[in-house]
């Protein structure tokens, strides 16, 4: 424990990452169960079971920070996905050919030998929920097919009117029991509901202490740079029910709250302007990205990104717990999409706003055209766009982004 408070928030990151990959080796080496899960899925039900958890969404975008994308890219074209997939799935895809292929050959495959991939072991189970879009319904279903192994689909409808109505939260609720129900045949015992209580209480506690990270973007000026939450995303998808994430929290709102006090700040040199980021990361431009802004002066203090695992409820109550996993805000009707975007806005006191126009996901990219529009013709502030993709680097030019936030910089600068 005493290791642990000596290590900074960036060191416990790292080593809180490697321990997930190297938990699911070692269980699988054991003979246990290794669950892959959609990133918004709720863990709470696996991590009570003892199943240690994969996440291909977090894998992939690590994949892609780390130049590797391509590799995996390749594999999934050969076997025939289409380049219109979502490039997390395609690389995904890619990565279980390249393993299943290395254990029927009993050897290890030469791609991943060459590979920055953090090396996981393939799933004996996988987990879905379809409340962040529905490529991931397929995508794992054919993970199933592909492995023969069971497939757990949480079923989250669509809100197309807010607020949430009590029957949808029902039908949820209903999901997750059906889940539960599920989890104890594949595992042969009863579900543990102490443990789970738990388990959830744990969940509570790792996502405060992720809210309260993100809090600091509304200080001006800014101690925290908004890059720095997708950075630190990977522990909020992979660990909130376990308290790795609440740890490694801590410590970094700790030393951020400690820096805000001395009056350091996000940027050395005066932030001349702040702006809001709409959508996913670029993932292997994610240095480039964030060095194009910051030669501008031009801070990243809002994104609804990072707020997609704001999942707070009441442990103990399944109707809250649904109601968390339902209200994502890409799972709700363009109203209430700008009215959470007007609020982050407003939070980050945003001077403009990029939209990233992801070609992988195509549900935040399509509405980002309507939200732009209801954003400026609300707060008149600039916004400019770019094409890109979470995880594909042939989708991503350097030079379209550099010019169009330049533009938008120059615009900002003007209103000042």
Same mark, same amino acid.
């Given at each position: 424990m005493s290791e642990i408070q000596d290590m900074n928030s960036k060191q416990l990151l790292a080593m809180y990452q490697e321990k997930l990959d190297e938990e699911a080796r070692q269980a699988k080496k054991e003979g246990r169960l290794v669950c892959w899960?959609?990133?918004?899925?709720?863990?709470?039900?696996?991590v009570t079971m003892d199943i240690a958890m994969v996440y291909p969404e977090t894998h992939a975008a690590g994949i892609g920070a780390r130049k590797g994308a391509?590799?995996?890219?390749?594999?999934?074209?050969?076997?025939?996905?289409s380049l219109d997939i979502c490039s997390y799935a395609r690389v995904n895809l890619g990565y279980m050919e390249c393993l299943k292929q290395a254990a029927l050959q009993g050897g290890e495959s030469e791609i991943l030998a060459n590979s920055p991939a953090a090396k996981v072991p393939l799933p004996d189970l996988v987990i879905t929920c379809n409340?962040?879009?529905?490529?991931?319904?397929?995508?794992?279903?054919?993970?199933?097919?592909?492995?023969?192994?069971?497939c757990i689909v949480i079923d989250v409808p669509f809100n197309h009117t807010m607020p949430i109505p009590q029957y949808a939260k029902d039908y949820i609720a209903a999901q997750f029991k059906y889940a539960i129900s599920q989890l104890e045949v594949i595992c042969g015992k009863p579900f543990d509901y102490d443990k789970f209580l738990k388990v959830q209480e744990q969940t509570q506690r790792s996502v405060a202490q992720w809210n309260r990270v993100a809090s600091f973007t509304q200080h001006k000026p800014s101690p925290l740079n908004g890059f720095d939450l997708f950075n630190f995303m990977a522990l909020i998808v992979c660990a909130r029910s376990l308290d790795y994430a609440e740890?490694?929290?801590?410590?970094? &709102? =700790?030393? $951020?709250? !400690?820096?805000?006090?001395?009056?350091?700040?996000? /940027?050395? %040199?005066?932030?001349?302007?702040r702006v809001c980021w709409e959508g996913i990361a670029v993932w292997p431009y994610l240095g480039h990205t964030f060095k194009s802004l910051k030669t501008l002066n031009s801070i990243m203090t809002g994104s609804a990104y990072p707020g997609l695992w704001n999942l707070t409820y009441t442990p103990g109550d399944m109707s809250s717990m649904a109601e968390a996993y339902t209200?994502?805000?890409i799972n709700t009707c363009l109203d209430?999409?700008?009215?959470?975007?007007?609020?982050?806005?407003?939070?980050?006191?945003?001077?403009?706003?990029?939209?990233?126009?992801?070609?992988?996901c195509k549900l935040m990219s399509?509405?980002?055209?309507?939200? &732009? =529009?209801? $954003?400026? !013709?609300?707060?008149?502030?600039?916004?400019?766009? /770019?094409? %890109?993709?979470?995880?594909?680097?042939?989708?991503?030019?350097?030079?379209?982004?550099?010019?169009?936030?330049?533009?938008?910089?120059?615009?900002?600068?003007?209103?000042?």
């Open positions: 899960s959609a990133s918004v899925a709720p863990p709470e039900f696996c391509l590799d995996m890219l390749q594999v999934a074209d050969q076997k025939g996905y409340n962040i879009c529905n490529t991931l319904l397929k995508w794992y279903e054919n993970l199933a097919a592909e492995l023969n192994i069971p740890i490694t929290f801590k410590k970094f &709102a =700790d030393e $951020i709250e !400690e820096n805000l006090k001395n009056g350091v700040y996000a /940027f050395k %040199g005066a932030e001349s302007t209200r994502i805000y209430n999409k700008v009215n959470v975007l007007m609020d982050i806005v407003k939070d980050g006191q945003c001077d403009g706003v990029v939209y990233h126009l992801n070609r992988s399509f509405l980002n055209v309507e939200t &732009a =529009d209801a $954003i400026q !013709e609300r707060t008149g502030l600039p916004y400019t766009s /770019f094409d %890109g993709d979470q995880t594909d680097p042939r989708n991503f030019a350097p030079a379209q982004f550099d010019t169009r936030v330049q533009a938008l910089s120059e615009t900002m600068e003007s209103r000042k």
